[in-house]
Structures are given as structure tokens and as C-alpha cells.
């Protein structure tokens, strides 16, 4: 889609000039004489950027005048001013007045170009920053449960947002690492700067390299997310050269541009890395410097007393995420799905939980049959063990003995070795599920 620029000057020849140059790069240019026309403009259509001469009819103050009248109807449109009668004074005067910039006539071409380019990059930014701000920040996917961790990861991030540190998290698929980044972003200082998501996996290393850092007249990420956060997510996945680039950009505060020189740049990085990928590629220098604030995120799997708070919140805010009327499962549904190993973590939660609504649209309840296959189908290969055609050859002490073993092994593991809940849920003393455990040799990984 074009972006609209509205150039309005009393040169016809200023006006002629400036919209051919622009249109040439594929903007959508509608010159103007006059304030009348100018505003007729504005409230017909939408604008990313004005052209704004300062001398109107003799009147060397007129454009500023306008310049005030635009920024308290149209606050947000960038406005770069134009004159020929340009000093130091003047142009600081257009700044302090909101001018997103000040040009000189006669202009330089390539000025021009890259002057208006980066002002409709910060007006789209600024407009998608406001769009994130009017969402709502699902943490809850990140923080709901009662283990350790999810009850101290909002604290831990509150903390880390208060500072500018580099922030290097750990984490595995699907676990909405981004909601944490945006978070954090929010309750920052650089809230009303923009946040930028850029994922670093991909194949086209050169277009990671040109999207990041940017070349030419067109900004790269690193530079469209200045005084703000820039999120590199799967930072580990980026060529040696774009690593080696980043360093730079740390170390030194700029990054360098073939044809507009050293470009000095103030953005904070937030960046995730796959846990289950090794790092041994990737530059010990930058991790160094990258990794102030560590933030690991353990798979569901490694905290299952998370993992039913978890379906509880998707199943109470049903209607919201999913437009579904909420329903309960079965008992028999929330051990299986308290024992289901999520390789997908929390997104796949969110996948399933729907699936299984949509289900049992005819039902009250949410049984069994209204899970996915792949969740039945991985607890009877996982509880295979307690098959009674395993027990049916033993005598009937050793067969207690083996069930009980199996039994108590998966009950544990769906507790996460929490002896406590273990005990309540089999119906079990704790001092007695103890000496249970010992005489049947069951390891555990926890005792709590």
C-alpha cells in the first residue's frame, strides 16, 4: 500500500519538483498551495507524512503557525519543514515546534529521500506501538501455576524492566517467549518508544543481515526500534557476520552505513534462545554481553503442577479466546492431561483445550473421547506397564507388587514428586507413602 504525502508550498515549481521525486519512489503525492487546501486534504483522507514550506506568501512565520494547527488536530503525522531561508535558529525553532525534520532548499535529492523514508518508518512504528499497547499482554500463559518459577517470574520481570540491561532468556517452542519481551518492554522506561519483534531464524542470512541492520536509505530494525526494545528472537540462529556486526553495535553504541556513515543508535535487546539447540557456534563475546538479565522458562513437562492451573485459565476465558461456552473435563481428562508429556508447551495447551470444546459442543462435560488422539493414544503407550495382560501370569504378590510400582511411578511423575500431593490424591498417609515408596524402591526426582 502507498503511503499518502501531502506537500503544500506556494511554489508551483518547489511543489512540482518534490511530488515527482517522491512519486517516482512509489509514493502517493498530493501538492498543495494554501492552508485551506491543506486542511481540506487532512480531513478527507489519511496522511504518514506533510511537506511544510516556512515562508507562505511573504509570511516567514506561517509555517510554523501551521505546524501548531496540525499538530493539535493530527498530533501523530510527521511534518518535515522546508525553506529556503534556513539557519541554525530556524531549524531548531521547527524541532522544538514537533518538526520531525528540517530541509534546506535547494535540496539534496538523496536528503530528501532518506529523510522521508525514515519518517514514515517512525510514524508506522509509533502507530504499531500504540496498536501493542491497546492489547492485552498475555503473561498469564507464562506465569499462571503454583510452581516455584511461575510464582516468581512476574517479580523477576518487574525487576528487569526497571533497568536497561541486556536481557538473554531460555526457553523451548511454544512457550510465547514474546509476551514475556513485550512485558518487559511496557513496564519500562521505553514504553512509548516502539517494540520490535524480529525472529533471526531463516535461511536468507543476507536478509537477516540488510532486515536488522539496514543498508543504503532504507533503516534496518536495530535503528527503527531507537530509545525503544528490539526483540531478536532465536538470537543464536544468526550468521557469524551479523553476530560480529551486533558486537560492534553494543560495544560502540552505533552501526555503520555505506553512504550515510556512523549511525548511533540507543535501543535496548531483549533475545531468546532455543534451549534444545547448542550455542558452540555462536560468538562467546556477544553472549557475554547480551546475557546481563538471565531469564530461564522450564518446559511444562518439568513443572506439571502448572500444567492444569494453566488448562483452568484457557477454560474459564474460553469465551474470549475462542468464542466456546466454557466446560469442565473429567477427572479422567485432567489425569491424562496432567501426564501428557506437551512438546508443544503452552501453545499447544491453548490448541488443545479448543479442540477439545469444539469436541464437545454437544456434550455438558468434556470427556475422554473429546481429547485429541494424540493425547490418549501417548498415555496408554506411556502407562502400557499397568496392562492387566502383563499381570495376569504373575503370582498375585508379585503382580500387587509391580502394579503398585507402576502405579505409584506415574503418580509421582504427574505430581512432579511432590510426596504431599502424591499422598492426598492415592488416598495415603505421607509417613505411610514414604515407607511404601522406600520398600518398593521407587525413585523419585523430588521429595517435598
Known sequence: MKSNILIMDDDAEVRSLISDILSDEGYATYPVSNETEAFS???????????????????ESAGLKILDKIKNQYAGIPVIIISGHGTIDVAVSAIQNGAFDFIEKPFAIDRLLLTTNQAIEMYHLRKENLKLKSQKVD?????????QFAMSLKSTLDKTAQTNGRVFIETYPGMGVENIALYIHRQSSRKDYPFIHFNCSSDDKDKIEMELFGQDRTPGYLEKANFGTLFLDNVTELSRDCQRRLLQYIQEGRIYIENRGNIYIDTRIICSHNANLDMRNFNQNLFYRLDIVNIKIPELKDRREDILPLVDYYIQNSDSFFGLKSKLFTDECRAILQTYEWPGNVYQVKSIVENSLINALENTQITKEDLPAELTTSTREKFASLDISKLIALPLREARS???????????ERFSGNISKTAEFVGMERSALHRKLKALEVKRSKNK
Open 41 to 59: 486534504n487532512l480531513r478527507k483522507m489519511e496522511f504518514d507524512l506533510i511537506f511544510l514550506d516556512l515562508w507562505i506568501e511573504e509570511d
Open 139 to 147: 503473561l498469564d500463559v507464562i506465569s499462571i501455576g503454583k510452581s
Open 402 to 412: 509391580a502394579f503398585e510400582t507402576d502405579y505409584l511411578n506415574a503418580q509421582i
